[in-house]
Nanobody, 125 residues
């Protein structure tokens, strides 16, 4: 099982970036997939999640209205479109996958059994 995240980089405040996470070795249609991030000196925090059923997408409050998560047609690719980036969005972004999962637990990192290697996003002027 492999989750390969990409798309990070250096951006200025107000810019946009699009992260991708490709899952292999799992039947991604049956997995809830999510984005987490970890800033230096801080704990890993939930960013967004796409429920395996396709019926629910959720975001942490700080990114609502700016970030959009979606899946490719084959469901094995997870995207995170990040608009209106802020310096506080600077972090390593990780994708994660959990078999099944119920909507109310999608924000909980403990339910995720597979993690990608992370991609660095730096927002600075």
């Amino acid at each position: 099982v492999q989750l390969q995240a990409s798309g990070g980089g250096l951006a200025r405040p107000g810019d946009s970036l699009r992260l991708s996470c490709v899952a292999s070795g799992i039947s991604a249609r049956r997995y809830t997939m999510s984005w987490f991030r970890q800033a230096p000196g801080k704990e890993r925090e939930f960013v967004s999640a796409s429920h395996w059923s396709g019926g629910s997408t959720t975001y942490t409050d700080s990114v609502k209205g700016r970030f959009t998560t979606s899946r490719g047609n084959a469901k094995n690719t997870l995207y995170l479109q990040m608009n209106s980036l802020k310096p506080e969005d600077t972090a390593v972004y990780y994708c994660a996958a959990a078999a099944g999962a119920i909507v109310s637990t999608m924000h909980n990192p403990e339910i995720y059994t597979h993690w990608g290697q992370g991609t660095q996003v730096t927002v600075s002027s």
